[in-house]
Structures are given as structure tokens and as C-alpha cells.
């Protein structure tokens, strides 16, 4: 009896340890999505979801009017401007979220459009010079005759990422919301307007820079009008002068942007290469695979990075667990994002095909492989937004360094070695899906050890 007794004693107790395991994340979960915090990724993904929806319901009629090349000219363009654009501001505005004072945040605002301004002269001058040589070097002559395009879009792409932190920081993400189906909606309707009569890749990219301009036309009115309506922001006591701030967060220029620089290098290589060695056509299909793949992340990651960015800065000023909001919200991404990337994996060439149009089939299996590595990119969304808190941006530009050096690697065997862009993709994405993996543990291991270089300001 004692031995039966004994073993049901020790049964229960390991059915008890299970449940706990089972139940305690999905406990965690729901709470993390039944608070504020959840009706601020409502709002800011209600803006998103509606710019996507947007998009969507154009991309038939586009990608029907335009055609793969025109695409993956396009594509081309957008992957030169997303290499040259975590430089414009040398990722300062990052940092308007975190000081204490609204003073210091209008003070960091304010260094970013000096520093993107002075940055776009300087691309203009280099791109100027030796945009032959570039173009040449990269396989990318096709789009030679834009490339004075790229500063513009740089510039107004450091004004959008500036007005976008300080609506972070104030928590206007209503207004973020509307400006993004606004923006979606004007874009998308010239594009379709001057398709009709002109159905090129340069139109493409005429309108990509101008959507650069207009969206930051749009934040800059939101956030005016929210500033001048006095709520919310204390700007009491001297300013900080400029170069102080700039010494402050120093680590934002020294180890952020060149980490954003790699990082949009890598997504970015697939595209040019892809370009280079198959044409234009295999990078339309990539850039269309791409967009629809991103659009989970740019619908809801991007939602919860906006609201968890200034909560998780709350947290840490508060001394609150940072590791529990952290598994939270990564934990609420993955059974959301599992359904939609799942799907993409099974059936991406029929599903592509059908929406796109017979010609789109192949970036259907691209889908396949980029799911993958999306799903992970979604997931990671709260980690990456936690890395200026804790104050880990020089370990996070080491990661990034080995991360891209394996995604490269990855894309050479595909070309040269198996002579393949699907098998290049394929590598590109599996080995992302690993880094990021990895990358996740890391921060919240830090997380866990309070490993903070300095302490928030």
C-alpha cells in the first residue's frame, strides 16, 4: 500500500508540475492581453491592420498592372534605400523615448533632424561622385538614373522615424494609426492613378520617395497639433544643450546604427543579389514575398514594439520584472504569428497565384522559405525593443555582425554552390530563424541577470 500510495503521490505531483507548465505561460499570456498595454497594440494594430488592408486590396490590380520587373526594379531601389537609411539620423531618434524629461526627448528630436540632414548632403555628394562605380559593384545599373533619389528618401525617412518615437513617447498612438492608413491610402492610389497611363518601374520609385515625404508630412501635423494642445508635454527648466545629449547616448550612433546598418544590408542582399545573378524578375518575386511576409510584423510586431518600447522603459525606471513583460508579449506573438506563417508554408504558390495572378507563383515559393524566417522576426519584436533598456546595443551590433556573416554565407551557397535562388533563399531564411533564436535567448538571459551597462536615464 505504502508503494502504491507513494506512486500516486508522485503521479499527481508530476501531472501538477505539467499543468503548471502549461498553463502558467498561457495565464501569463492572457493577462499580458486583457491590459492597457494590450489596448495600445489594439489601437496602433487597428492603424496598421487598415494601411495593410489598404495595401492588400491594391496589390492585385498592381502587381497585375506593373509586372515582376517592374518590381524588382523597385525592390532594388527600396534595398539601397534600407542599407543607406539607419545612417540618415545615426539611429538618435531610437533614443527619444527615454529620458525622464520631455525637454531632453525635444532636445534629442531635434539633434536627429540636424544630424539626417547633414548626413543626406553628404550621401548625395558620395552618391554623386562614384554612383557608377556603386551600381557596377552591386550588379544594380538598372536603377543608375535614381540614385540621387536615395538621399531624399533618406532624409525624410530620419523625419518619420523622428516624429514616430517622440508619438511613442507622448503615447498618441492614435495618431500613428490614422497616419498610417492615410499614407496607405494616398500611395497606393497613385500608384494604381499612374499605372494606368505609365506602368513602369520608375514610377514605382518616384512615388516610393514621395510616400518617404508624405509620411513624415503627416506625423510632423499629428504631432504639432498634440503638441501645441499643451496636454502632455513639460518642457520646465533649461535646455540640455545639443552636444550633451549627443554624449549621452552616445551608444545609439556607436553601436545602434551600425547594427541597423547591417541588419538592413543582410535583408537587403537577397534582393541584389538576386537582381545581379537572375535578373529582374527573380527580385520582383522576392520583394513580393518579402512584403506579404512582412506584413504580420508590420501589422502587429510593429504594434506591440511602439506600445512595449515606452513600458518596458516604464519598468525599468520603476525596477519592475523586465524578463516577465519580455516571455509575455514574445510568447502572445508566437500563437498569433504560427496560423498565417503556417499557412504561407504549406500552400504559398497556390495562395500567390491566386491573389497576384498566374505569374506570381515562384515568389509563392520563396513565401515558403521566408515564413520561416519571418515567424522568427515577428516573434522577436519585444526583445529588440528591450535592448535600450538594458543597455546591451554593443552586444546586439556583435550578434548582428556574426548573424549577417551567416546569412551571407548562406546566400553565396545557394548561388555559387548549389547555382540555385531558391536553395539560396531557403539557407537565408533557416539560418535567420537560428540567429534570431539565439539572439532572443541572449536578451532575456541579460534580462534575467540585470546585466545593464548604466542604468536608464
Same mark, same amino acid.
Given at each position: 500500500?505504502?508503494?502504491? !500510495?507513494?506512486? #500516486? ?6 501531472? %501538477? ?19 492597457? @498595454? ?38 532594388? @531601389?527600396?534595398? *539601397? ?7 540618415? /539620423? ?53 536603377? #543608375? ?8 528618401? *533618406? ?16 503615447k498618441e498612438f492614435s495618431v500613428i494609426a490614422r497616419t498610417a492608413i492615410a499614407h ?9 492613378? /499612374? ?12 512615388? /516610393?520617395?514621395?510616400? !518617404? ?6 506625423? =510632423? ?17 533649461? %535646455? ?32 541584389? *543579389? ?8 527573380? #527580385?520582383?518575386?522576392?520583394?513580393l514575398g518579402k512584403m506579404v511576409m512582412g506584413l504580420p510584423s508590420t501589422l502587429l ?15 525599468? !525606471? ?13 510568447? #502572445?506573438? =508566437? ?23 498566374? $505569374? ?12 520561416? =524566417? ?46 540555385? $535562388? ?29 546585466? @545593464? $551597462?548604466?542604468?536608464?536615464?
Amino acid at each position: 500500500m505504502n508503494s502504491r !500510495h507513494a506512486t #500516486a503521490v508522485r503521479a499527481e505531483a508530476l501531472k %501538477e508540475r505539467l499543468n503548471n507548465i502549461l498553463i502558467l505561460p498561457l495565464h501569463y499570456i492572457g493577462r499580458a492581453w486583457t491590459s492597457r @498595454f494590450a489596448r495600445n497594440v489594439a489601437v496602433v494594430a487597428s492603424g496598421t491592420a487598415g494601411a495593410q488592408a489598404v495595401t492588400m486590396a491594391f496589390s492585385p490590380l498592381i502587381t497585375r498592372i506593373y509586372g515582376p520587373e517592374a518590381f524588382g526594379l523597385l525592390g532594388t @531601389f527600396t534595398a *539601397m534605400v534600407m542599407v543607406a537609411t539607419p545612417l540618415a /539620423a545615426l539611429a538618435y531618434p531610437i533614443a527619444i523615448v527615454l529620458p525622464r524629461e520631455d525637454r531632453d526627448a525635444l532636445g534629442i528630436a531635434k539633434l536627429s533632424l540636424m544630424l539626417s540632414f547633414a548626413v543626406a548632403l553628404l550621401a548625395a555628394g558620395l552618391l554623386w561622385s562614384g554612383g557608377d562605380w556603386l551600381t557596377a559593384t552591386l550588379g544594380a545599373e538598372s536603377v #543608375a538614373a535614381y540614385l540621387l533619389l536615395i538621399p531624399v528618401a *533618406m532624409v525624410f525617412a530620419a523625419w518619420t522615424q523622428t516624429a514616430h518615437q517622440w508619438l511613442i513617447r507622448k503615447k498618441e498612438f492614435s495618431v500613428i494609426a490614422r497616419t498610417a492608413i492615410a499614407h496607405s491610402l494616398i500611395v497606393n492610389s497613385a500608384k494604381t492613378g /499612374a499605372g494606368w497611363l505609365h506602368p513602369v518601374g520608375a514610377v514605382l520609385i518616384v512615388l /516610393a520617395t514621395l510616400g !518617404h515625404i508624405l509620411h513624415a508630412a503627416l506625423l =510632423f501635423v499629428g504631432a504639432r497639433r498634440r503638441y501645441q494642445s499643451g496636454a502632455t508635454t513639460q518642457v520646465e527648466g533649461p %535646455e540640455t544643450p545639443l552636444r550633451e545629449l549627443a554624449h549621452r547616448y552616445r551608444d545609439f550612433p556607436l553601436y545602434r546604427a551600425p547594427q541597423n546598418f547591417i541588419n538592413a544590408a543582410s535583408q537587403s542582399l537577397p534582393v541584389l *543579389m538576386l537582381a545581379a545573378f537572375f535578373g529582374p524578375a527573380a #527580385a520582383g518575386f522576392y520583394t513580393l514575398g518579402k512584403m506579404v511576409m512582412g506584413l504580420p510584423s508590420t501589422l502587429l510586431g510593429k504594434a506591440v514594439t511602439d506600445v512595449f518600447y515606452p513600458r518596458i522603459t516604464e519598468a525599468a !525606471h520603476t525596477g519592475e520584472n523586465l524578463p516577465r513583460y519580455i516571455l509575455q508579449a514574445t510568447g #502572445a506573438l =508566437f500563437v498569433i504569428g504560427i496560423v498565417p506563417f503556417g499557412l504561407v508554408m504549406l500552400f504559398g504558390p497556390l495562395l500567390f497565384s491566386l491573389v497576384f495572378g498566374g $505569374d506570381w507563383g515562384m515568389a509563392g515559393e520563396y513565401a515558403r522559405w521566408l515564413a520561416l =524566417f519571418f515567424l522568427f522576426n515577428f516573434i522577436n519584436k519585444p526583445s529588440v525593443a528591450a535592448v535600450p533598456v538594458l543597455r546591451i546595443q554593443r552586444g546586439l551590433l556583435i550578434y548582428e555582425a556574426f548573424s549577417t556573416g551567416g546569412k551571407v554565407l548562406g546566400l553565396a551557397a545557394g548561388f555559387y554552390w548549389f547555382g540555385s $535562388d531558391l536553395w539560396a533563399i531557403a539557407l537565408f531564411s533557416v539560418i535567420g530563424a537560428i540567429a534570431y533564436s539565439v539572439m532572443m535567448f541572449w536578451i532575456v538571459s541579460c534580462a534575467m541577470r540585470g546585466s @545593464f $551597462d548604466r542604468k536608464p536615464s
